[in-house]
């Protein structure tokens, strides 16, 4: 499979506990971004980078939030002390051409 | 600023022709989108359109887009009941990392 891939696809967590989410990109694609999607909403921007740079940082994207690429290939998603209200679908993209979607890690924290 | 607007529910007949309908505010878009979502997965991009286009056909869709009214639609020929998902539309504008915005989606509901 040659798309984007998340991992793991569900998760869930108590409340306070950190979490982390890996996306791999397609790999020929050197931004990668992560989204946030509530029920009933779209997709919301987190953030973005650029190889390994992170350029670009939504105001959504609290200090117990942090995103990492290492090597400007994967990149990681970590929630410190998680709270209810970060119950969503993290959704990672990758561009070329266009951007192209991963299928989500649905979190649930209870 | 950047919003894009969507009707949030669509309900038609199997074989019939769907339409569906988005504006947005940034006339500095350079790409506006379509995704399909079903229940529980990502997003699959179904087609994409340059702002200096007016229309693109791509076997059943067609996407339609008036740059002076800012408005986008969709239309899906012969629907089928596989077509049922929830539909977004989005926008991106020029800038260093060309972020997507996205509409709160459209429910499409095909009834057999």
């Known amino acids: 499979d040659t798309g984007v891939s998340q991992n793991p696809r569900h998760k869930i967590t108590k409340r306070g506990q950190n979490v982390t989410f890996r996306c791999d990109p397609i790999?020929?694609?050197?931004?990668l971004y992560w989204y946030r999607q509530t029920l009933g909403q779209g997709p919301e921007f987190l953030t973005y980078f650029q190889n390994e740079a992170q350029l670009e940082k939504s105001r959504l994207l609290s200090d117990r939030f942090s995103a990492e690429r290492p090597k400007g290939s994967f990149s990681t998603l970590e929630i410190q002390r998680t709270e209810q209200g970060d119950s969503a679908m993290y959704l990672c993209a990758s561009r070329g051409d266009t951007q192209y979607f991963g299928p989500g890690t649905r979190l649930t924290v209870l | 600023g950047e919003d894009v607007e969507q009707s949030l529910f669509l309900s038609v007949r199997e074989g019939d022709s769907s339409v569906i309908n988005c504006t947005y505010t940034d006339s500095s878009s350079t790409y506006l989108y379509w995704y399909k979502q079903e229940p529980g997965a990502g997003l699959q991009l179904l087609t994409y359109i340059f702002s200096n286009m007016d229309m693109k056909q791509d076997q059943r869709l067609t996407v339609l887009l008036n740059k002076k009214d800012k408005h986008l639609s969709l239309r899906i020929a012969d629907t089928q009941t596989g077509d049922s998902a929830i539909y977004f539309c989005?926008?991106?504008?020029?800038?260093?990392?060309?972020?997507?915005?996205f509409g709160t989606g459209t429910k499409l509901q095909v009834i057999p």
């Open positions: 790999s020929e694609h050197n931004r």
């Open positions: 989005a926008e991106s504008i020029p800038g260093g990392y060309q972020k997507v915005t």
